[in-house]
């Protein structure tokens, strides 16, 4: 019997999580609480290893015509170029940046997932739940104020920064905010240096501020206003952005209308455990951080990839092994907390306030990413090509020992070989009987040939080579392969 899901939180997350379960035949409810879907761009980043995951749903070309591509990142400081990162150097089939508006994204992954028979039930909020052993009960409020019971497997909280689930379950959001106003924007520009495939920025005295080149003559621009005080942050005016952007930025740039604004103070929190019995919390309600590295949306819906298939396993009825699902916690809260770490360490960078403390900064910046190795590891962090799970309770045991085994796992990991489309069988989704040979309670290390070698059922191998996901997880030369009597 397959268990059945609730998602709560119809974002990118939740829509991608239920995408996925749906395509491992895995039933889900999709509710959201809001009455109609937000028209501001928010997240404006989809990075490589995101687009590598969503092209397993069949979403590339759709995301790819919507979006622009941004192939390289410039640094600038005092009028001089102090770093630039190439992304079309990184080992991925989609070595850029795509820039695309969150509304868009969301379009698009719900188009799809309409397309299994499943659409976000919007007006339905979660007001309780109660959870044993077995399942959830919860309480669902529509919007004209009638009351539904109903009892699911599991229930999965994408339900954003302010999470009821998290509430309710009392789990503590640790972190801090930032002392920082900041603010952005999207804008009608004319007069960039920079091509439609760059983005850009400064670091000015001032502070930082950043152009992402969304359409011809559209930009993204997010800048850091100064200390915050007991008031709320106001967005600047048309005429107030245009005088910071003149400010800090190249000069000629020309804004003429303003599309949407917003000011902001950056909180840097995380739950400590991403399970809590039969919930799990994915997105922004289990961590967030700064949007400087644009990486907030990605690392939700990477982290619903990972959660889904490890749920579609145990739904299906194909594995019952605890540490499977314990896994999901295991291996992406370090990537949140890399994120938080990363985001926020730039964040400080770009806004150091004194100014000999800012030439250092700058001489540093500029001779550490004159060297290639440290543009190398910051194009592949930017595009969370490098994400990887090392130290997960599912890897098996590597050959190497001594440091030997760490380099040779660090590196490798991050490594791993992209198969193309063509290269992966045809079928999407999971089907029970075939994978009614896994047991992940008995696992072994195998070579991918080997695994074709003794039969393993193609989706099999989907799941474990097409996704880059699961090849987190490889070792050496070998995948880590969950194959049962
Ligand atoms: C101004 C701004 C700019 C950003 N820029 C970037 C960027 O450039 N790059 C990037 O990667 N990220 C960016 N982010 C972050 C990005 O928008 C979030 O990381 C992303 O939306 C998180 O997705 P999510 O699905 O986890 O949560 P959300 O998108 O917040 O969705 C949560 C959903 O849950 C619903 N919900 C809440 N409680 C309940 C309940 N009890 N019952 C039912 N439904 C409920 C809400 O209505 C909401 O629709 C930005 C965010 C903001 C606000």
């Known amino acids: 019997m397959t268990d059945a899901v609730l998602i709560v939180g119809a974002g990118p997350v939740g829509l991608t999580l239920a ?29 490589s290893r995101s687009l590598e995951l969503l092209e397993r749903a069949g979403l590339s070309d759709e995301l790819l015509n919507a979006g622009n591509k941004v192939r390289a990142a410039n640094m600038l400081a005092q009028g001089r170029h102090i770093a630039r990162l190439d992304f079309s150097d990184v080992e991925t089939p989609y070595p850029y940046a795509l820039m695309i508006p969150q509304y868009d994204t969301e379009a ?46 599991w229930v999965i909280g994408c339900d954003g920064a302010h999470s009821t689930i998290r509430h309710k379950l009392g789990l503590p959001f640790v972190g801090d905010t930032m002392p ?20 850009a920025t400064y670091w000015h ?22 200390p915050s005080t007991n008031q709320e942050p106001i967005p600047p005016s048309l005429k107030e952005f245009q005088e910071i952007v003149d400010k800090r930025g190249p000069g000629g740039l020309v804004l003429s209308d303003s599309l949407w604004t917003t000011a902001f103070r950056i909180n840097e929190r995380q739950v400590a455990n991403y399970r809590s019995g039969r919930i799990f919390l994915a997105g922004d309600s289990a961590h967030v951080h ?32 605890p540490e499977l699902l314990d896994s999901y916690s295991s291996e992406r809260r370090p990537v949140g907390a890399a994120v938080i770490r990363s985001a926020g360490r730039l964040s400080n960078l770009a806004t150091i306030r004194n100014s000999s403390a800012q030439q250092v900064r700058n001489a540093m910046f500029h001779v550490i ?13 930017m595009t969370e090509i490098s994400v990887g799970y090392p130290k ?9 020992r001594g440091p030997l085994e760490r380099i040779r796992r660090a590196t490798d990991t991050p490594k791993a070989s992209y198969l193309k489309r063509s290269d992966t069988p045809e079928v999407p989704e999971l089907d029970a009987p075939d994978l009614a040979t896994l047991n992940v309670q008995r696992r072994r290390v195998l070579p991918r040939r080997e695994l074709r070698a003794e039969g393993v059922p193609l989706c099999v191998l989907e799941l474990q080579v097409c996704c880059r996901e699961f090849l987190a997880h490889r070792l050496l030369d070998h995948f880590v392969a969950f194959i049962g009597a």
């Open 180 to 199: 920082i106003d900041w603010t952005l924007g999207d804008f009608h520009m004319n007069g960039s240096p920079f091509g439609l495939e760059e983005l």
């Open 290 to 321: 700064s949007p400087a590295g644009g990486q907030g949306m990605n690392t939700g819906i990477q982290a619903a990839v990972n959660l889904a298939w490890k749920l579609a396993l145990v739904c299906r009825g194909i594995s019952d092994a």
């Open 205 to 226: 005295q001032d502070g930082f501020i950043v152009f992402f080149p969304m359409a011809p003559g559209r930009y993204r621009i997010i800048a850091s206003l100064g």
């Open 369 to 381: 990413m004159g060297l290639k190795p440290m543009r190398q590891v910051m194009e592949e962090s």
């Open 19 to 47: 995408l996925e379960l749906s395509r491992y035949k895995v039933p889900v409810r999709l509710i959201d609480k809001m009455a109609m879907r937000s028209d501001k761009s928010r997240a404006v980043a989809l990075w």
């Open 392 to 400: 997960s309770p599912l890897n098996g045991v590597s050959k190497m």
């Open 108 to 153: 698009i992954l719900e188009r799809q997932l309409t397309s299994f028979g499943i659409s976000a039930e919007l007006g339905v909020e979660l007001v309780h739940f109660v959870q044993d052993s077995y399942g959830v009960a919860t309480t669902l409020r529509r919007s004209d104020g009638t009351d539904e019971t109903s009892r699911f497997s």
